[in-house]
């Protein structure tokens, strides 16, 4: 067969196209082989060095951002959270790997984020019935003179528990108490810790305040166990610090002045603003006989959210409309008293935005370091010399403390604490509602008590007292961890782990 030059050409042509197509395939062949040989022998977990390396930048990133630039707190992890990334990838690890690994985090903390959105509508619709302007009243009548510090830890109790903010009760009634407090010649510092001692208890308990719904999303448990599971620390703590305060008080010289006027005033405000009954009271009294008889807990929100609504519709008459706006964006109190609009203006499912916000940081974070093996490093370290679970319970004490006083973020405390014990807990038969309860005995009173935290300041600027002043009477703190460290060394009141939290171990 005879070609042609231009056959021959275009024979040339297709044989150095297959040639130049063999070669390309060999080479994308010959890169793909060595991305899954660096994929397999390049990756790698960080080590103990690193580990730590990687926590002091964490924490000089955290002080910077909410000390010195005044950054939220979910910016500041959003920061961690990239550069612990970058430093996985420096690893090896692709960015799938570690954002499957985040989606699983977040996935365990699903239900806690349901929840938060609950407590926005019960927060709204329980001021807008009445239910907790009500609660609040009825601790204005203990209020006496004679025994002020007892009645001023347990009205700040009270308060904080129903509207789970310590700050929000230490910049309005903590306010109205310091003065009553000068009126009646108790020693201010003495005054500022029985405040302190119960609006940061309710900060650290209550099913509405922030913490113990982060200390639930980071250890995937709900919010009534970890509530009822610190019954036997920050619950007997508490009668134990009321009791201080009530020999104390005894003993305390008081001054012949005895004007309660303050109190009258607010106990005024709300009879007027509120229609009161004892009806109110039955959303709190339904959620507790539920949560007791250990029915989900959403339904049981939902069904104190239901009746309180009904309340508010037939005792406060809301309307409809007023009632929705509540749930949505706060209820706006307008009693014409400051320190009752600034104690009653919250709630709604915009108020816990931005702390679902700072969970999915903290998640993303979380997510990051776990999979990059900061935690493991840092756990095997441990795991070498804790042994048992009284040291295991007294180490995150001491952790936990030590990451507040370093970073003065007690939400970073809770975080970081509760996922780096959480396989040594298993390991050692504990389950994670122990660690949450620790990590939440030792951190949220620290927020109120060391100066370079915001909490600290907002108390030493609201009730005009001096840094570490108040500091040694702030009972509620220290009786707290005495109970936390008692039940750990004697085992009492410690759980065993859920199936659940073994069955996520195990996958």
């Known amino acids: 067969m005879n070609l042609t030059s231009a056959d021959v050409m275009v024979q040339i042509s297709a044989l150095r196209f297959l040639t130049d197509f063999e070669f390309l395939f060999c080479r994308l062949s010959h890169v793909k082989q060595r991305r899954i040989s660096m994929k397999e022998k390049g990756s790698r977990k960080v080590n103990f060095p690193e580990a730590i390396i990687l926590l002091v930048i964490v924490v000089f990133i955290m002080i910077w951002t909410t000390l010195i630039g005044q950054i939220p707190t979910a910016v500041g992890l959003v920061y961690c959270a990239a550069l612990c990334g970058i430093y996985g990838k420096i690893l090896g690890h692709t960015w799938d790997e570690m954002f499957k690994n985040i989606l699983h985090v977040v996935h365990g903390a699903l239900p806690a984020i349901f929840l938060l959105l609950l407590v926005g509508f019960i927060s709204a619709s329980w001021i807008g019935s009445g239910t907790i302007p009500y609660m609040i009243y009825l601790g204005l009548e203990l209020m006496h003179p004679t025994i002020y510090l007892f009645s001023a830890f347990l009205l700040c109790a009270i308060a904080s528990i129903v509207t789970g903010s310590s700050w929000a009760i230490v910049s309005s009634l903590g306010i109205a108490l310091i003065g009553i407090a000068s009126g009646l010649g108790v020693?201010?510092?003495?005054?500022?810790?029985?405040?302190?001692?119960?609006?940061?208890?309710?900060?650290?308990?209550?099913?509405?305040?922030?913490?113990?719904?982060?200390?639930?999303?980071?250890?995937?448990?709900?919010?009534?166990?970890?509530?009822?599971?610190?019954?036997?620390?920050?619950?007997?703590?508490?009668?134990?610090?009321?009791?201080?305060?009530?020999?104390?008080?005894?003993?305390?010289?008081?001054?012949?002045?005895?004007?309660?006027?303050?109190?009258?005033?607010?106990?005024?405000?709300?009879?007027?603003?509120?229609?009161?009954?004892?009806?109110?009271?039955?959303?709190?009294?339904?959620?507790?006989?539920?949560a007791a008889r250990k029915v989900a807990i959403m339904p049981v929100l939902a069904g104190g959210v239901a009746i309180a609504s009904i309340e508010a519709l037939l005792f406060q008459k809301m309307s409809l409309v007023d009632l929705s706006s509540?749930?949505?964006?706060?209820?706006?109190?307008?009693?014409?008293?400051?320190?009752?609009?600034?104690?009653?203006?919250?709630?709604?499912?915009?108020?816990?935005?931005?702390?679902?916000?700072?969970?999915?940081?903290?998640?993303?974070?979380?997510?990051?370091?776990?999979?990059?093996?900061?935690?493991?490093?840092?756990?095997?370290?441990?795991?070498?010399?804790?042994?048992?679970?009284?040291?295991?319970?007294?180490?995150?004490?001491?952790?936990?403390?030590?990451?507040?006083?370093?970073?003065?973020?007690?939400?970073?405390?809770?975080?970081?604490?509760?996922?780096?014990?959480?396989?040594?807990?298993?390991?050692?038969?504990?389950?994670?509602?122990?660690?949450?309860?620790?990590?939440?005995?030792?951190?949220?009173?620290?927020?109120?008590?060391?100066?370079?935290?915001?909490?600290?300041?907002?108390?030493?600027?609201?009730?005009?007292?001096?840094?570490?002043?108040?500091?040694?009477?702030?009972?509620?703190?220290?009786?707290?961890?005495?109970?936390?460290?008692?039940?750990?060394?004697?085992?009492?009141?410690?759980?065993?782990?859920?199936?659940?939290?073994?069955?996520?171990?195990?996958?």
């Open 187 to 290: 020693p201010l510092p003495i005054a500022a810790g029985a405040i302190v001692s119960g609006c940061f208890l309710g900060d650290k308990w209550s099913p509405l305040s922030d913490t113990p719904n982060l200390a639930a999303a980071t250890n995937r448990r709900d919010i009534v166990q970890i509530f009822t599971s610190m019954i036997p620390t920050s619950g007997i703590g508490a009668i134990i610090a009321a009791a201080a305060f009530l020999i104390l008080g005894i003993f305390l010289p008081h001054s012949a002045n005895t004007d309660t006027s303050g109190i009258e005033i607010l106990k005024s405000g709300l009879q007027d603003s509120f229609s009161f009954n004892i009806f109110l009271l039955l959303p709190v009294i339904l959620v507790f006989i539920l």
């Open 326 to 507: 509540a749930m949505w964006n706060g209820y706006v109190a307008d009693t014409g008293n400051e320190i009752l609009d600034s104690l009653l203006s919250r709630g709604g499912v915009m108020s816990v935005a931005e702390l679902i916000m700072l969970l999915f940081a903290a998640l993303t974070f979380a997510g990051i370091i776990e999979k990059i093996g900061v935690l493991d490093a840092i756990m095997e370290k441990l795991l070498s010399i804790i042994h048992n679970r009284p040291v295991l319970i007294f180490s995150t004490i001491l952790t936990t403390i030590l990451t507040v006083l370093l970073s003065s973020s007690v939400y970073v405390a809770i975080i970081l604490n509760g996922k780096m014990y959480e396989k040594a807990y298993n390991k050692l038969e504990l389950d994670n509602i122990v660690l949450a309860r620790t990590t939440l005995e030792s951190s949220v009173y620290l927020g109120g008590m060391i100066p370079w935290s915001g909490g600290a300041m907002l108390v030493i600027s609201s009730l005009n007292v001096a840094a570490w002043s108040y500091v040694p009477w702030v009972f509620g703190f220290y009786a707290g961890l005495l109970m936390t460290i008692i039940w750990g060394f004697t085992g009492h009141f410690s759980a065993k782990p859920l199936p659940d939290t073994l069955s996520d171990e195990e996958t």
